[in-house]
């Protein structure tokens, strides 16, 4: 038996201690199984009856208090221990008169206190209970409540003043908030006349109708507003019955460029629109009749069923409705719509310009007279409801940077929100997309969930609105959508890790820049080893501003390398092409014919020189008009060698310094409130120039190598 006497503060505590043996090799705990607990009058000892053969020992065990919220540790320093006659350990703990010297004690453990808190994670189960697999010591044991930040993938600053977006409408009603929202919302349809109610009857094809509920937020996490919104469930409709046509056009990424590129060398602003309600706007011709809103149909009529006047959110027709009623009231202002892009609104009105860009709700307006750019603002909000956002900032989730110089564009928020859905977000960063030597097993593990790797896919291709040095990875990783493998999402990880460690990289556009065509186009032959396919790879440059961009493997196999290359420079004649289309609709005049750049000179023979055409008569005919258009002078051909050949990049994995080297060529800059370190180290920037450097000197003296090779061995055929 051990009589512990403690001190008077801990006499009160009912529990009991809890006990340590570290006097064997094989430390237990003493648990309060079966114990004798008697008080004394001063109500100072607590007697403990331990096993047999652990009354010899001498030493003392070691003894920790739990009693306490606080647990303080009550070594031997100041005890006095008695073995009495019946193998009984009389200890005496006395309080430290030193307060000092108890906090220093709790602050300051010993170093064994480590190894025993092993211990006691190891031994505090009952004897009956299985043996612990593992020693592992968890934050909470520790006292650690504070969440860990590498798991925190989101903000909690604005957290507790977010409403959480309700499952159903009736929690949204019990909201005032959310109430206010879908009241707004409807009060918005009735005043724009959206429905009458009808009657029901059993010839009715009736659809039903929900209740869309989102939290707005701002660029800095905190709330805007709850946006409300009533959505017709569409894929109830019928073809044929409730609606006919539904496609509906948008504007290209590529017009997007070309109009930001010319506004930024004709120093004209850019001001960015938002039509409220758009589709709301678009008018129906088909009969169709939709159930009344869920919670707040018309107390007097609630069989009644809704016959839509106008188009609402959810139906299939929407889009095309929208656009129609839009286009019509600008061809009747005056504008005409392109044929090379139907999305795109000109007017010219003697020598002034105005040019509207239109995807979906979202217009870009410029023009050379600022003040009819005003009235037209002034006549749309008239017309529709529209709101003036100022200059442009962000359209179609692209970050846009005014710099001294132009235009940033960057899409890092949303590069962010890829890294947080893949659970990336503290990965380690990689400096190539793909490595140089990428291949694919012929037999590997298919992924049991691929819906995972189909959507880090999909969003990776949105990514390369203003990335283009993804474009050839994820269009690799893109041919395996159908049935992925292990090692295929393993390549998805790469290219996350490298985007994680170039977040804030965008397209520079420059205000000082002529408005002249040029492209490159380049082909790798046979780059596929399971198709044995080639790919074709292009970029195209108003002055020094990159305008489109494309990596694509192409349909059939090359015989040659000459055949891929030719069929390469087709595709990006046919870009060309187009963009001068647009510039023709636009009346931008440019000084010189497009040139199209390549470093094949036998795919460059063909296309001034038909000798060749016992090698290329299987060629389609519809390739060959590359050689129709630089025999009509409109397409000027040219070499350029393979180091400069900057649609390289489309065509093949890159090592890291060619990346950088490319990067640099495709205008592809940090954002410009990163580019300064404040630390005085060199920026990234600093380092791609400085790589860039490096690599052409290389690629310099690798050409006058192969240069003196081939004049060396030709002198010794001559000889």
Same mark, same amino acid.
């Given at each position: 038996?051990?009589?512990?006497?403690?001190?008077?503060?801990? %006499?009160? %505590?009912?529990?009991?201690?809890?006990?340590?043996?570290?006097?064997?090799?094989?430390?237990?705990?003493?648990?309060?199984?079966?114990?004798?607990?008697?008080?004394?009058?001063?109500?100072?000892?607590?007697?403990?009856?331990?096993?047999?053969?652990?009354?010899?020992?001498?030493?003392?065990?070691?003894?920790?208090?739990?009693?306490?919220? =606080? $647990?303080?540790?009550?070594?031997?320093?100041?005890?006095?221990?008695?073995?009495?006659?019946?193998?009984?350990?009389?200890?005496?703990?006395?309080?430290?008169?030193?307060?000092?010297?108890?906090?220093?004690?709790?602050?300051?453990?010993?170093?064994?206190?480590?190894?025993?808190?092993?211990?006691?994670?190891?031994?505090?189960? %009952?004897?009956?209970?299985?043996?612990?697999?593992?020693?592992?010591?968890?934050?909470?044991?520790?006292?650690?409540?504070?969440?860990?930040?590498?798991?925190?993938?989101? %903000?909690?600053?604005?957290?507790?003043?977010?409403?959480?977006?309700?499952? =159903?409408?009736?929690?949204?009603?019990?909201?005032?908030?959310?109430?206010?929202?879908?009241?707004?919302?409807?009060?918005?349809?009735?005043?724009?006349?959206?429905?009458?109610?009808?009657? #029901?009857?059993?010839?009715?094809?009736?659809?039903?109708?929900?209740?869309?509920?989102?939290?707005?937020?701002?660029?800095?996490?905190?709330?805007?507003?709850?946006?409300?919104?009533?959505?017709?469930?569409?894929?109830?409709?019928?073809?044929?019955?409730?609606?006919?046509?539904? *496609?509906?056009?948008?504007?290209?990424?590529?017009?997007?460029?070309?109009?930001?590129?010319?506004?930024?060398?004709?120093?004209?602003?850019?001001?960015?629109?938002?039509?409220?309600?758009?589709?709301?706007?678009?008018?129906?011709?088909?009969?169709?009749?939709?159930?009344?809103? $869920?919670?707040?149909?018309?107390?007097?009529?609630?069989?009644?069923? @809704?016959?839509?006047?106008?188009?609402?959110?959810?139906?299939?027709?929407?889009?095309?409705?929208?656009?129609?009623?839009?286009?019509?009231?600008?061809?009747?202002?005056?504008?005409?719509?392109?044929?090379?892009?139907?999305?795109?609104?000109?007017?010219?009105?003697?020598?002034?310009?105005?040019?509207?860009?239109?995807?979906?709700?979202?217009?870009?307006?410029?023009?050379?007279?600022?003040?009819?750019?005003?009235?037209?603002?002034?006549?749309?909000?008239?017309?529709?409801?529209?709101?003036?956002?100022?200059?442009?900032?962000? !359209?179609?989730?692209?970050?846009?940077?005014?710099?001294?110089?132009? /235009?940033?564009?960057?899409?890092?928020? *949303?590069?962010?929100?890829?890294?947080?859905?893949?659970?990336?977000?503290?990965?380690?960063?990689?400096?190539?997309?793909?490595?140089?030597?990428?291949?694919?097993?012929?037999?590997?593990?298919?992924?049991?969930?691929?819906?995972?790797?189909?959507?880090?896919?999909?969003?990776?291709?949105?990514?390369?609105?203003?990335?283009?040095?993804?474009?050839?990875?994820?269009?690799?990783?893109?041919?395996?959508?159908?049935?992925?493998?292990?090692?295929? !999402?393993?390549?998805?990880?790469?290219?996350? #890790?490298?985007?994680?460690?170039?977040?804030?990289?965008?397209?520079?556009?420059?205000?000082?820049?002529?408005?002249?065509?040029?492209? !490159?186009?380049?082909?790798?032959?046979?780059?596929?080893?399971?198709?044995?396919?080639?790919?074709?790879?292009?970029?195209?440059?108003?002055?020094?501003?990159?305008?489109?961009?494309?990596?694509?493997?192409?349909?059939?196999?090359?015989?040659?390398?000459?055949?891929?290359?030719?069929?390469?420079?087709?595709?990006?004649?046919?870009?060309?092409?187009?963009?001068?289309?647009?510039?023709?609709?636009?009346?931008?005049?440019?000084?010189?014919?497009?040139? /199209?750049?390549?470093?094949?000179?036998?795919?460059?023979?063909?296309?001034?020189?038909?000798?060749?055409?016992?090698?290329?008569?299987?060629?389609?005919?519809?390739?060959?008009?590359?050689?129709?258009?630089?025999?009509?002078?409109?397409?000027?051909?040219?070499?350029?060698?393979?180091?400069?050949?900057?649609?390289?990049? !489309?065509?093949?994995?890159?090592?890291?310094?060619?990346?950088?080297?490319?990067?640099?060529?495709? @205008?592809?800059? $940090?954002?410009?409130?990163? #580019?300064?370190?404040?630390?005085?180290?060199?920026?990234?920037?600093?380092?791609?120039?400085?790589?860039?450097?490096?690599?052409?000197?290389?690629?310099?003296?690798?050409?006058?190598?192969?240069?003196?090779?081939?004049?060396?061995?030709?002198?010794?055929?001559?000889?």
């Amino acid at each position: 038996m051990i009589e512990l006497h403690l001190p008077s503060s801990q %006499s009160e %505590s009912t529990s009991l201690p809890h006990i340590t043996d570290n006097t064997s090799k094989n430390p237990s705990v003493f648990t309060t199984a079966t114990p004798e607990q008697h008080h004394n009058d001063d109500n100072t000892m607590i007697e403990l009856h331990l096993p047999p053969s652990q009354s010899e020992s001498t030493s003392l065990p070691h003894i920790t208090d739990n009693t306490s919220k =606080n $647990p303080s540790v009550f070594t031997t320093a100041t005890t006095e221990q008695h073995l009495n006659d019946d193998n009984t350990i009389e200890i005496q703990l006395v309080e430290s008169d030193n307060e000092n010297d108890t906090q220093l004690q709790q602050l300051s453990p010993s170093p064994s206190d480590s190894a025993l808190l092993e211990l006691d994670m190891q031994l505090v189960q %009952s004897p009956c209970d299985p043996p612990l697999s593992h020693t592992m010591v968890t934050r909470s044991q520790r006292g650690i409540l504070k969440p860990n930040p590498k798991y925190a993938l989101t %903000s909690l600053k604005f957290s507790t003043t977010i409403p959480r977006e309700p499952s =159903n409408f009736r929690s949204a009603l019990a909201h005032p908030g959310w109430k206010a929202a879908m009241e707004e919302e409807l009060e918005a349809l009735h005043r724009n006349h959206t429905w009458e109610l009808v009657p #029901r009857t059993k010839a009715m094809h009736v659809i039903g109708s929900k209740w869309v509920l989102k939290t707005k937020l701002k660029l800095d996490g905190s709330l805007d507003h709850l946006k409300a919104r009533l959505v017709a469930k569409g894929y109830h409709q019928i073809d044929g019955l409730d609606y006919t046509e539904t *496609y509906s056009p948008v504007i290209k990424p590529g017009t997007i460029r070309m109009v930001i590129s010319i506004a930024l060398v004709h120093k004209w602003s850019i001001r960015q629109l938002d039509v409220k309600n758009a589709f709301l706007h678009g008018f129906v011709s088909e009969d169709i009749y939709m159930e009344q809103p $869920p919670g707040t149909a018309d107390p007097q009529y609630p069989s009644h069923v @809704c016959k839509l006047r106008k188009a609402l959110y959810g139906l299939k027709q929407a889009p095309r409705a929208w656009f129609d009623r839009f286009s019509i009231f600008l061809l009747q202002y005056g504008f005409f719509c392109s044929l090379a892009d139907p999305s795109l609104f000109i007017f010219h009105s003697n020598s002034d310009t105005l040019i509207l860009l239109l995807y979906v709700d979202d217009i870009l307006l410029t023009g050379s007279s600022a003040p009819l750019v005003t009235n037209l603002i002034q006549l749309l909000s008239s017309k529709f409801a529209m709101k003036d956002l100022g200059p442009i900032h962000h !359209f179609l989730g692209i970050e846009i940077t005014q710099t001294p110089e132009g /235009l940033h564009l960057s899409q890092s928020h *949303y590069a962010l929100t890829i890294l947080e859905r893949a659970g990336m977000v503290d990965c380690k960063p990689m400096s190539t997309p793909l490595e140089a030597k990428t291949k694919t097993a012929a037999i590997d593990i298919l992924l049991q969930d691929p819906q995972v790797f189909r959507g880090l896919v999909g969003a990776l291709q949105y990514l390369t609105l203003t990335r283009p040095d993804i474009s050839y990875s994820v269009n690799f990783v893109s041919q395996f959508m159908h049935a992925p493998t292990v090692i295929h !999402f393993k390549m998805v990880h790469r290219i996350l #890790r490298y985007i994680k460690g170039t977040i804030d990289i965008g397209l520079n556009f420059t205000s000082h820049s002529t408005l002249d065509l040029c492209a !490159f186009s380049d082909a790798d032959w046979a780059g596929c080893s399971t198709t044995r396919r080639s790919t074709t790879g292009y970029c195209t440059f108003l002055g020094s501003n990159l305008i489109s961009w494309c990596a694509k493997k192409q349909p059939t196999v090359s015989r040659s390398s000459t055949e891929a290359e030719y069929r390469a420079m087709a595709h990006t004649t046919a870009e060309l092409t187009w963009l001068t289309f647009i510039l023709q609709d636009l009346r931008i005049s440019h000084t010189s014919l497009p040139i /199209l750049y390549c470093d094949n000179l036998s795919a460059l023979h063909m296309t001034v020189n038909p000798v060749f055409h016992a090698r290329s008569k299987h060629i389609e005919l519809d390739y060959h008009f590359v050689r129709e258009r630089v025999a009509l002078g409109l397409l000027i051909t040219q070499h350029i060698s393979t180091h400069d050949q900057i649609a390289d990049i !489309f065509t093949k994995p890159m090592s890291k310094t060619a990346l950088a080297y490319f990067k640099n060529k495709l @205008c592809l800059r $940090p954002r410009p409130s990163l #580019r300064e370190d404040i630390n005085g180290n060199k920026t990234e920037t600093e380092r791609d120039v400085e790589t860039l450097v490096d690599y052409r000197n290389k690629s310099i003296a690798a050409t006058r190598k192969v240069t003196l090779e081939n004049k060396t061995e030709t002198e010794r055929d001559v000889g």
